[in-house]
T-cell receptor
Framework: NAGVTQTPKFQVLKTGQSMTLQCAQD?????MYWYRQDPGMGLRLIYY???????DKGEVPNGYNVSRLNKREFSLRLESAAPSQTSVYFC???????????????FGNGTRLTVT | TQLLEQSPQFLSIQEGENLTVYCNSS?????LQWYRQEPGEGPVLLVT?????EVKKLKRLTFQFGDARKDSSLHITAAQPGDTGLYLC?????????????FGKGTKLSVIP
């Protein structure tokens, strides 16, 4: 049971380059999320997809785009990478909305991105 | 904007000692979750508390949700090196249809053998 799978695990980009981070979950979850984690800042929500076919901005969406390709897959795209986007990116999924007791977040193991 | 303040930010203790981590806010949450994150991995859920005053135990870990649902604590009894990690609390907004959690910045715990 793989859970949430993220690729790649590590990436180095030069300023201005683009890339797409891939995420897939095999738990039949409805909702998927992209977070970034920075020292001293905690986890911050970039975008989320409450259900297949919908996406919404989170706390820090600038510089990113997302695609909910199907129920399993949710990708994050950096069109023109900047050094400020150096971070660890986590994809997560949940069965239903997060306010319910039985719907925690399931996280992948992250993508460590460095932009030089 | 809702904020969750975690304290302490760092904690280094000897094996066998007890410790408490706090998670405080001025906002009310419908539920609060605690996660543990180990280096190189994503956070993993430990517990969800929903009812004000609720206490949940997970082996040597005791979680409490404040009566007013604004704060929570995590108490570890007889800490072991395997407890080392980053502990995160996360609050969910009241009401249905909420897809955003407010995360604290975490408490980094080191348990020295």
């Amino acid at each position: 049971n793989a859970g949430v799978t993220q690729t790649p695990k590590f990436q180095v980009l030069k300023t201005g380059q683009s890339m797409t981070l891939q995420c897939a979950q095999d738990m039949n979850h409805n909702s998927m999320y992209w977070y970034r984690q920075d020292p001293g800042m905690g986890l911050r929500l970039i975008y989320y997809s409450a259900s297949e076919g919908t996406t919404d901005k989170g706390e820090v969406p600038n510089g990113y785009n997302v695609s909910r390709l199907n129920k399993r897959e949710f990708s994050l795209r950096l069109e023109s990478a900047a050094p400020s986007q150096t971070s660890v990116y986590f994809c997560a999924s949940s069965y239903v909305e997060l306010g319910t007791a039985n719907s925690p977040l399931h996280f992948g193991n992250g993508t460590r991105l460095t932009v030089t | 904007t809702q904020l969750l303040e975690q304290s302490p930010q760092f904690l280094s203790i000897q094996e066998g000692e007890n410790l408490t981590v706090y998670c405080n806010s001025s906002s009310v949450f419908s539920s609060l979750q605690w996660y543990r994150q180990e280096p190189g991995e994503g956070p993993v859920l430990l517990v969800t508390v929903v009812t004000g005053g609720e206490v949940k135990k997970l082996k040597r870990l005791t979680f409490q949700f404040g009566d007013a649902r604004k704060d929570s604590s995590l108490h570890i009894t007889a800490a072991q090196p395997g407890d080392t990690g980053l502990y995160l609390c996360a609050g969910a907004d009241s009401g249905a249809g909420s897809y955003q959690l407010t995360f604290g910045k975490g408490t980094k715990l080191s348990v020295i053998p």
